[in-house]
């Protein structure tokens, strides 16, 4: 009988190890694929140099593309990283929003501003509910060119405390007999961000329950 050693004649009969299937090509696969090719290649007409060129050439266009294929993902996952960074920076940070909806929350006020390309004798804001019954108008009177901010407290035309709720802000400069509409910026905090996916951009989420893309955030100032 027999006795076989601990280690070294396991060894012996260990089995091969086991060989993971591929179902791509390599440079070295294409290289020993080519050197075959030329070995059994029939001697009286033997591969012409343009036709062997050209499979260099498309071998090399198929490598190249694959290598940037993985220098993009390494790209897209470095800026999906950055935009992470981003995003945790403007949370809880308020922000002038490219809108025409404000909050107003309880005890609270609606606060925004529009931008005039040259001076009016007098800016007024419309506020309006969802019924888009007329709630209060702000007379901002003679206002020069620039940024012009604006604050609604809250309190309607009668003298008494609207809903809570969204209400629309539309803003006019009265320029002699000319009436021109003007778009509003909203003032709203960030509440929290929605990273995008595949190459998107992120998603804002006010409070107030809006969403809207970073694009159209005007100036963040707090």
Do not use: C, H
């Not at 993009?72 to 002038?96: E, H, I, P, T, Y």
Request: no cysteine; charged share 15%; aromatic share 6%.
């Amino acid at each position: 009988m027999t006795t076989l050693g601990p280690i070294d004649n396991f060894q012996e009969f260990a089995p091969p190890p086991e060989q993971k299937p591929r179902d791509q090509l390599g440079q070295e696969d294409f290289l020993t694929l080519m050197i075959s090719q030329f070995r059994n290649q029939d001697p009286f007409e033997p591969m012409d140099n343009g036709e062997f060129l050209g499979q260099l050439a498309q071998f090399s266009t198929v490598n190249g593309i694959s290598s940037l294929n993985s220098a993009f993902s390494g790209l897209a996952g470095s800026m999906q990283d950055n935009q992470a960074l981003q995003a945790a920076g403007l949370v809880g940070r308020s922000v002038l929003a490219v809108s025409d909806i404000g909050s107003l929350n309880e005890g609270g006020s609606i606060n925004g501003g529009l931008e005039l390309e040259s001076s009016a004798g007098n800016v007024q804001i419309d506020i309006t509910n969802r019924s888009g019954e007329l709630v209060q108008r702000l007379n901002l009177g003679q206002q020069p060119a620039g940024m012009v901010r604006f604050s609604w407290d809250g309190v309607d035309a009668s003298g008494q405390r609207a809903d809570s709720g969204q209400y629309q802000v539309t803003a006019r400069a009265i320029r002699g007999t000319d009436i021109e509409s003007a778009p509003t910026v909203i003032e709203a905090e960030i509440q929290s961000v929605t990273l995008g996916q595949f190459g998107g951009g992120m998603t804002l989420n006010l409070a107030g329950g809006q969403q809207m893309p970073l694009g159209q955030i005007y100036q963040i100032i707090g």
